[in-house]
């Protein structure tokens, strides 16, 4: 294998072993068994208004199937909305209720200390240099899907 090679496996690996570590301690500390898919969504919809479930698919690089069983949880918890979409009988469309929004706030609260020690931990110079890095691979990750 090349250098270039292992480097790229090298900084892969270490982004989806930072990425499931991160995912272990969030949800450890979400609120109500709050899943970080149902957090995301929500913290998606506060932000954004109303989205078809196919919008909410693309944005999160789901299928349309996990993104309708994510949407289904959400809404049995009374977190969100879903209604016909008025003008076209065969989409609908979602939105954060109240409940929703309060269970946003609530998992904002429980995840930002967490985060935030991260953060001081690893200081806002180095943050702020991997941002370009990590920011330039999603967008060209992005294409590719």
């Known amino acids: 294998m090349s250098d270039a090679g292992a480097l790229a496996i090298t900084l892969f690996g270490e982004l989806l072993t930072a990425d499931q570590l991160l995912r272990a301690r969030l949800t450890r500390v979400m609120p109500n068994r709050m899943e970080i898919s149902h957090f995301s969504v929500l913290n998606h919809l506060a932000r954004g ?3 078809t479930p196919a919008q909410l698919a693309r944005a999160f690089h789901v299928t349309r199937g996990a993104m309708t069983n994510t949407l289904g949880k959400l809404e049995i918890a009374g977190y969100v909305h879903v209604r016909p979409d008025w003008d076209d009988a065969r989409r609908k469309l979602v ?3 109240p409940a929703g929004q309060s269970a946003r706030e ?3 609260a429980a995840i930002t200390p967490v985060v935030t020690e991260l953060m001081d ?3 806002e110079t180095k943050v702020r240099a991997a941002l370009p890095v990590l920011r330039e691979l999603r967008v060209k990750l992005e294409r590719d899907v």
């Open 106 to 108: 609530a998992a904002l």
């Open 49 to 51: 208004g109303e989205k």
């Open 121 to 123: 931990e690893l200081g």
């Open 95 to 97: 939105s954060i209720s």
